[in-house]
């Protein structure tokens, strides 16, 4: 136990910068996620049908893809064609693409849980399309949308392990390294799994609390 | 004002409305009766555009209902839910303001004071700061007429408004139409509620399978019904047993 305090000092500051990595990763690629999210499940709702088909063409096709696949693509195949993106952003975007797709479904969910009766409320008061989006339907649906936007931001945390795979020194890959060069696999990713969880676990608390609020409604 | 002509409407094959024309002038209040699924409530989602119709016209102050037209028409004519329809996540007041300010781009302050005269006028101006959720049905549907009143409509649309109600609160809002109908308000209102129809209306139409079955000065339709399906009709709903 003493030597486990003993290395757990020695690797926690490594491991915090690793972990404030992560953080970073996962706050970038959340806000890229809920942004494009929000932008496919717009055109999702459009009176236009070749938007409606170009969103849910993007929604499969992103979704069908693992994450590690479109890192690298937009790591390793993007400089070929003159786009050469730093680790850091690449995950980002990677990262928010890939979970863009998730979100778009949440707020799918949440948006079509706004009672119709209230858009033709909107209607008949002679609102248009983008008036009823902002004044009656986001500001109902993004509220019903919350925790399970908030299960995806977990999800999220966790996947942004991924970008270890592109060099980007995250709280995995951090781990990875300490663990190479000091043979105490046991102890770093102990520590690893702990970090995790504490990132995560308040996370969950703010999910379910988001629920309890909006349950009262 | 509002002219129907020859009105058609069909959801998935099934014809609700098969040929329905009806006149109602400016500041006359007209009631729609009927069984229920014969058409009321169509009739007036066609006038404002809610359902597009499939036959006929629809003309409002001479202005025919075309997707076109359905901005200018639903600035004239108001409408008022069965179910309230108010917008949960605003007060009262807000939902009062919302025409005026985010359609008709009014200033918040004028919209503001028009609509606290608005409330004072169904009675709800001690709840202008409550949210739909605490509020009782009967005060729920006269903050509901409050915000058709506010976009200063030239007809109102009423689609069984007291129904949704429990029995205690229908008289709160029977109170405030009857005030509208001596205002001058032009209305047409789709009830049940025979007494009130007998009271408040001009004209009636008793509407049966999709056609304007009969229709004609309420005491004179009311007392003496010609068609058969109208005494019927008449005879079950003032002896339910």
């Known amino acids: 136990m003493e030597a486990f305090l003993a290395d757990a000092a020695q690797f926690l500051p490594v491991l915090l910068r690793g972990l404030g990595m992560t953080l970073l990763l996962t706050g970038g690629a959340l806000i890229v996620s809920i942004l494009l999210g929000l932008i496919w499940v717009l055109m999702g709702y459009s009176r236009f049908a070749p938007l409606r088909w170009i969103s849910r063409a993007i929604i499969n096709v992103i979704r069908g893809i693992p994450i590690i696949v479109q890192l690298f693509c937009i790591y390793f195949v993007l400089p070929e064609w003159g786009v050469d993106l730093p680790p850091f952003a690449a995950g980002v975007l990677g990262l928010g693409l890939a979970y863009s797709v998730y979100q778009a479904e949440n707020f799918r969910g949440g948006l079509s849980s706004v009672d119709k009766d209230l858009v033709e409320a909107g209607t008949a008061l002679g609102m248009r399309w983008p008036v009823l989006m902002r004044r009656v339907v986001l500001p109902l649906g993004i509220p019903a949308a919350l925790p399970s936007l908030g299960n995806t931001t977990i999800m999220l945390l966790k996947d942004s392990s991924i970008a270890s795979t592109i060099t980007i020194a995250e709280l995995t890959r951090a781990g990875q390294l300490l663990a190479i060069s000091t043979f105490k696999n046991g102890t770093v990713y102990l520590l690893i799994a702990l970090l995790y969880l504490a990132a995560s676990l308040p996370m969950a608390a703010g999910v379910r609390w988001l629920e309890r609020r909006f349950a009262r409604r | ?241």
């Open chain 2, 1 to 241: 004002m509002i002219e129907v002509r020859n009105l058609q409407k069909s959801f998935g094959g099934r014809a609700v409305l098969k040929d329905v024309s009806l006149d109602v002038a400016a500041g006359e209040v007209a009631c729609l009766i009927g069984p229920s699924g014969s058409g009321k409530s169509t009739i007036l989602r066609c006038i404002n555009g809610l359902e597009r119709h499939d036959g006929g016209s629809i003309a409002v102050n001479g202005l025919p209902v075309t997707p076109q037209s359905l901005p200018a028409i639903r600035a004239s004519v108001g409408m008022v839910f069965q179910r309230f329809n108010l917008f949960p996540h605003r007060t009262a007041l807000q939902n009062v303001i919302e025409g005026p300010v985010h359609v008709l781009n009014q200033p918040v302050a004028d919209a503001h004071a028009r609509a606290m005269t608005l409330l004072a006028k169904v009675g709800m101006a001690d709840h202008a700061g409550a949210y739909p959720r605490q509020l009782s049905g009967g005060q729920q549907q006269r903050v509901g007429i409050a915000r058709a009143l506010a976009m200063e409509p030239r007809a109102i649309l009423l689609d069984e408004p007291t129904s949704a109600l429990d029995p205690e609160r229908v008289g709160e809002v029977l109170k405030v139409m009857r005030d509208l109908a001596e205002g001058g308000m032009t209305m047409i209102i789709v009830t049940h509620e025979i007494a009130f129809a007998r009271e408040v209306a001009d004209k009636i139409f008793f509407v049966d399978e999709g056609v304007i079955a009969e229709q004609g000065p309420a005491a004179d339709l009311l007392s003496n019904p010609r068609a058969e399906r109208t005494r019927l009709f008449l005879s079950r709903v003032r002896h339910p047993l």
